[in-house]
């Protein structure tokens, strides 16, 4: 069974700038098309940045120009970094597979809070 453990998450305020980092062991993010998923308290999980295995990306129209998804194949790592934070970016932040329905088991996911 896959592990996800995501970090990286905190409290920053509007305009401010996070990274999120996504571990997971073995080298299956290089053979995945990967994901960062949010999910705000009462709403549903939404994808919203992925890259594929040959490094194409795309993103939410609602994070687009401000986050950036990258990877890191020789650590094994998926990074969102995230700037011009707003308070609607609010949520607990999951790395995954994509699409979701090939998802693996859900990690713990990493909070993030933009508030003043």
């Known amino acids: 069974q896959v592990q996800l453990v995501e970090s990286g998450g905190g409290l920053v305020p509007p305009g401010g700038s996070l990274r999120l980092s996504c571990v997971a062991a073995?080298?299956?993010?290089?053979?995945?098309?990967m994901g960062w998923y949010r999910q705000a308290p009462g709403k549903q999980r939404d994808l919203v940045a992925s890259?594929?295995?040959?490094?194409?990306?795309n993103y939410a129209e609602s994070v687009k120009g401000r986050f950036t998804i990258s990877r890191d194949r020789g650590k094994n790592t998926v990074y969102l970094q995230m700037n011009s934070l707003k308070p609607e970016d609010t949520a607990v932040y999951y790395c995954n597979r994509v699409p979701s329905f090939h998802a693996w088991a859900w990690g713990q996911g990493t909070q993030v809070t933009v508030s003043s």
């Open positions: 073995g080298s299956i993010f290089s053979i995945n098309d």
């Open positions: 890259i594929t295995t040959l490094s194409t990306t």
